[in-house]
Antibody, heavy 120, light 111 residues
Framework: QLHLQESGPGLVKPSETLSLICNVS??????????WGWIRQPPGKGLEWLAN???????YYPLSLKSRLTISVETSKNQFSLKMTSVTAADTAVYYC????????????WGQGTLVTVSS | QPVLTQPPSVSGAPGQRVTISCTGS?????????VHWYQQVPGSAPKLLIY???HRPSGVPDRFSGYKSGTAASLTITGLQAEDDADYFC???????????FGTGTTVIVL
């Protein structure tokens, strides 16, 4: 059964780069019918889609954040990662990794999430 | 900013029926993009509840049902139970934004 587990730094200083990793177990990250991705949720607020990637290398980002985000796959470790540059306090959130099947627009399952706080 | 609008909260006694609305526009729900629903128990990750407007994943009780018409969708919980006390989010795709968009979220309060 597919299981996703995020890991992150916990605390990041303003203007620095945030790096997150999602460990995938139970399924090969090279699955052809899957997009892997990230969604975040600021404390007490709603959900925001951040990125998707297919193992072939195709990537997708929201226009509002595209310039700051890079998603990548590490096939040898069955992991994928997200980098966000120039973070501010507004980037404080719980970051979730997820799966989206090709041909579907929904996200399932989700990892448990990792809280990232941006503060000096 | 969320582009799908939901009521902040709905409430009901155990056994009652509650409905959560999700209002979009011509670039998302109204453009025939599917609506999906997630349940989030406080302190936990969201869980897929309904996909493609009305389909339930395996394991989701049939007291949860979804509906979509025009630029809006709804989630109905029939026979409310204490464990349904949670936040619920709708989600779709927006062609104008090229973005997967979520609703503002609704807290279901079981009285």
């Amino acid at each position: 059964q597919l299981h996703l587990q995020e890991s992150g730094p916990g605390l990041v200083k303003p203007s620095e780069t945030l790096s997150l990793i999602c460990n995938v177990s139970g399924v090969s990250i090279n699955s052809t019918n899957v997009y892997w991705g990230w969604i975040r949720q600021p404390p007490g607020k709603g959900l925001e889609w951040l990125a998707n990637i297919h193992y072939s290398g195709s990537t997708y980002y929201p226009l509002s954040l595209k310039s700051r985000l890079t998603i990548s796959v590490e096939t040898s470790k069955n992991q994928f990662s997200l980098k966000m540059t120039s973070v501010t306090a507004a980037d404080t959130a719980v970051y979730y990794c997820t799966r989206r099947v090709v041909g579907g627009d929904w996200f399932d399952p989700w990892g448990q999430g990792t809280l990232v706080t941006v503060s000096s | 900013q969320p582009v799908l609008t939901q009521p902040p909260s709905v409430s009901g006694a155990p056994g009652q029926r509650v409905t959560i609305s999700c209002t979009g526009s011509s670039s998302n729900i109204g453009a025939a993009y599917d609506v999906h629903w997630y349940q989030q128990v406080p302190g936990s990750a969201p869980k897929l509840l309904i996909y493609e407007n009305y389909h339930r994943p395996s394991g989701v009780p049939d007291r949860f049902s979804g509906y979509k018409s025009g630029t809006a969708a709804s989630l109905t919980i029939t026979g409310l139970q204490a464990e349904d006390d949670a936040d619920y989010f709708c989600q779709s795709y927006d062609s104008a934004l090229s973005d997967y968009v979520f609703g503002t979220g609704t807290t279901v309060i079981v009285l």
